[in-house]
């Protein structure tokens, strides 16, 4: 079964970097978009961008420009999410989603992976 | 930016009883190709969100068939026939004609 494990929380101070990975599993990986979702507290969920393993394309939203790089282990079967210069604004529950609707000529989220928390404190 | 408003932002209602979501989008969500590029989803507490019904009505596998979706260009509707205890919890709207794609902020449903 298809299965996206992410990995654990973590707490960071302000202007430090974060890693999440989103181990995948149970289907072909380089054929599905892996895309980042975040929440923050009391925020509507927010599209970070997406990384497409099997031909690396890649799309991250402006807002994030600069700041998030996704990337990819094939053998592992792994995405990460790296986001630098952290400000409080980035503590939220951050979240994997695979992109299943590319044979429907869409986009939608079919599996999502359990979130990882990030607190951004001093 | 597309913008993607719910209402209400909650709603009660007592088991064995109809609901609906409104959302409204910024532009037109109507594609090139006659689809409109809107899904839902539905977080209950504690659980990441689970995708519930993509193009605007069409049911994901294993979605129960009293969720309907429906609407077209900028107005689209979720409606559950019979709410079950189940069916509580957050439900967004999304669209993903354009990135960066955005949600809707969520309609509360609880269980009167």
């Known amino acids: 079964q298809v299965q996206l494990v992410q990995s654990g929380a973590e707490v960071k101070k302000p202007g430090a970097s974060v890693r999440v990975s989103c181990k995948t599993s149970?289907?072909?990986?380089?054929?599905?978009?892996i895309h980042w979702v975040r929440q923050a507290p009391g925020q509507r969920l927010e599209c970070m961008g997406w990384l497409t393993p099997g031909n690396n394309n890649l799309k991250i939203s402006e807002k994030f420009q600069g700041r998030v790089t996704f990337t990819k282990d094939t053998p592992a079967s792994t995405v990460y999410m790296d986001l630098r210069s952290l400000t409080s604004e980035d503590t939220a529950l951050y979240y994997c989603?695979?992109?299943?609707?590319?044979?429907?000529?869409?986009?939608?989220?079919?599996?999502w992976g359990q979130g990882t928390r990030v607190t951004v404190s001093s | 930016d597309i913008v993607m408003t719910q209402s209400p932002l909650s709603l009660a209602v007592i088991p064995g009883e109809p609901a609906s979501i409104s959302c409204r989008s910024s532009r037109s969500l109507l594609d090139g190709n006659g689809y409109n590029q809107v899904s839902w989803y539905l977080q209950r507490p504690g659980q990441s969100p689970q995708f519930l019904i993509y193009?605007?009505?069409t049911r994901a596998s294993g979605v129960p068939d009293r969720f309907s979706g429906s609407g077209s260009g900028t107005d689209f509707t979720l409606k559950i026939s019979r709410v079950e205890a189940e069916d509580v919890g957050v439900y967004y709207c999304m669209q993903v004609l354009q990135a960066p794609y955005t949600f809707g902020q969520g309609t509360k449903l609880e269980i009167k």
């Open positions: 989603s695979r992109d299943g609707g590319w044979t429907s000529g869409t986009t939608f989220f079919d599996y």
């Open positions: 193009l605007s009505s």
């Open positions: 149970g289907y072909s990986f380089d054929d599905y978009a």
